[in-house]
T-cell receptor
Framework: GALVYQYPRRTICKSGTSMRMECQAVGFQATSVAWYRQSPQKTFELIALSTVNSAIKYEQNFTQEKFPISHPNLSFSSMTVLNAYLEDRGLYLC???????????FGPGTRLLVL | QQKVQQSPESLSVPEGGMASLNCTSS?????YFWWYRQHSGEGPKALM?????GDKKEGRFTAHLNKASLHVSLHIRDSQPSDSALYFCAARNNYAQGLTFGLGTRVSVFP
């Protein structure tokens, strides 16, 4: 079946520092990967959508300068939270989808705490 | 304004009972809908998708879509304690690949 792994599962960083998180698809080819942030107040916020061999599309309020994403192949994607502050706290989820399939499969998320 | 709205916020159901969840979209461009379930400490897991008007049944789960009213529902028959979780409705339009989620309904199944 389709599985998505994310690491780390939980991380704590100091305010102003950066943190990289990874997403790996197993059992299918992740032609597109969407990164979301889940917080109690805002449910799932779509950060950006990355499709292999296409430009990464960032949603309003999220930028490449703050959340650079790498999607080098069909099984792996990573995102960095640069210069993290309190408002960046939350559960970061990656949702991967295979070409010609409609459903996104999610990993367990990386929980980011900022001190 | 939340483009995907869910109700109720929370729901308590006796074991063996029926749980009914609702979702309404305010964006007529949304044509594709999913129900996801999220247990504590885990990522959301896709339960089912529904793209056409009418009912879709998968095991104990039945989804219903009415595109004219932009309303989709999820019914869980013979609820089990393991069904206790957060349930999210998600929608997508024809040109976007990312999903728009509702705020979720917390379902608690009690013995």
């Amino acid at each position: 079946g389709a599985l998505v792994y994310q690491y780390p599962r939980r991380t704590i960083c100091k305010s102003g520092t950066s943190m990289r998180m990874e997403c790996q698809a197993v059992g299918f080819q992740a032609t597109s990967v969407a990164w979301y942030r889940q917080s109690p107040q805002k449910t799932f916020e779509l950060i950006a959508l990355s499709t292999v061999n296409s430009a990464i599309k960032y949603e309003q309020n999220f930028t490449q300068e703050k959340f650079p994403i790498s999607h080098p192949n069909l099984s792996f994607s990573s995102m960095t939270v640069l210069n993290a502050y309190l408002e960046d706290r939350g559960l970061y989820l990656c949702g991967a989808r295979e070409v010609n399939q409609d459903t996104q499969y999610f990993g367990p998320g990386t929980r980011l705490l900022v001190l | 304004q939340q483009k995907v709205q869910q109700s109720p916020e929370s729901l308590s159901v006796p074991e063996g009972g029926m749980a009914s969840l609702n979702c309404t979209s305010s964006d007529r461009n949304f044509q594709y809908f999913w129900w996801y379930r999220q247990h504590s400490g885990e990522g959301p897991k896709a339960l089912m998708s529904i793209f056409s008007d009418g009912d879709k049944k998968e095991g104990r789960f039945t989804a219903h879509l009415n595109k004219a009213s932009l309303h989709v529902s999820l019914h869980i028959r013979d609820s089990q304690p393991s069904d206790s979780a957060l349930y999210f409705c998600a929608a997508r339009n024809n040109y976007a690949q990312g999903l728009t989620f509702g705020l979720g309904t917390r379902v608690s199944v009690f013995p």
